[in-house]
């Protein structure tokens, strides 16, 4: 092959290929640099969080995250960082652009020199976190009003046959 192989147009495709993957993806993708700077991130930010991504690069991406949730960030990043794991998984919740709080969940890989840093991939579960409390609640007070019946109480089927 002559001339330069980056010009080659299978090598145009895969970049057009990754930019449509990056751009209309949900989540969101962040290379991060090993002591906290955001070196990249999707387009998707801009949906999921509000955040110009150009704009964020350089952005200590702790400062995305909730106070309390940094702690537990901060030392899984730090056994990325060095090598104690390849992947981490948390739910925290990351702060907008506007400033409010979204639930996330946040799954991110150990540096490679190919990425220059740690890739993380942010979902937003804000939805399925809320339905999760809805539905401890039910539970609990199902289990409150059961365990507050002085009578018994005897379940049964369409056809009459007992479940206890």
Same mark, same amino acid.
């Given at each position: %092959?002559?001339?330069?192989?980056?010009?080659?147009?299978?090598?145009?495709?895969? #970049?057009?290929?990754?930019?449509?993957?990056?751009?209309?993806?949900d989540?969101?993708?962040?290379?991060?640099?090993?002591?906290?700077?955001?070196?990249?991130?999707?387009?998707?930010?801009? #949906?999921?969080?509000?955040?110009?991504?150009?704009?964020?690069?350089?952005?200590?991406?702790?400062?995305?995250?909730?106070?309390?949730?940094?702690?537990? %960030?901060?030392?899984?990043?730090?056994?990325?960082?060095?090598?104690?794991?390849?992947?981490?998984?948390?739910?925290?919740?990351?702060?907008?652009?506007?400033?409010?709080?979204i639930?996330?969940?946040?799954?991110?890989?150990?540096?490679?020199?190919?990425?220059?840093?740690?890739v993380?991939?942010? #979902?937003?579960?804000?939805?399925?976190?809320?339905?999760?409390?809805?539905?401890?609640?039910?539970?609990?007070?199902?289990?409150?009003? %059961?365990?507050?019946?002085?009578?018994?109480?005897? %379940?049964?089927?369409?056809?009459?046959?007992?479940?206890?």
């Open positions: %092959m002559s001339g330069d192989p980056l010009q080659h147009p299978a090598f145009s495709a895969g #970049r057009n290929r990754f930019r449509a993957l990056a751009e209309y993806v989540d969101v993708a962040l290379v991060v640099g090993l002591d906290g700077p955001i070196l990249y991130v999707s387009p998707s930010a801009q #949906r999921l969080l509000g955040y110009d991504p150009s704009g964020a690069i350089g952005t200590d991406v702790f400062q995305l995250i909730d106070e309390d949730d940094q702690r537990a %960030m901060r030392a899984s990043f730090g056994d990325l960082v060095a090598g104690r794991r390849l992947t981490v998984a948390l739910e925290l919740r990351a702060i907008t652009a506007d400033g409010s709080s639930d996330v969940e946040v799954v991110a890989s150990a540096p490679t020199e190919s990425a220059g840093g740690v993380v991939n942010v #979902r937003d579960v804000t939805e399925r976190k809320r339905i999760e409390r809805e539905a401890l609640e039910v539970q609990t007070r199902y289990a409150t009003i %059961m365990e507050s019946l002085v009578d018994g109480i005897m %379940m049964v089927d369409e056809i009459g046959r007992a479940h206890v």
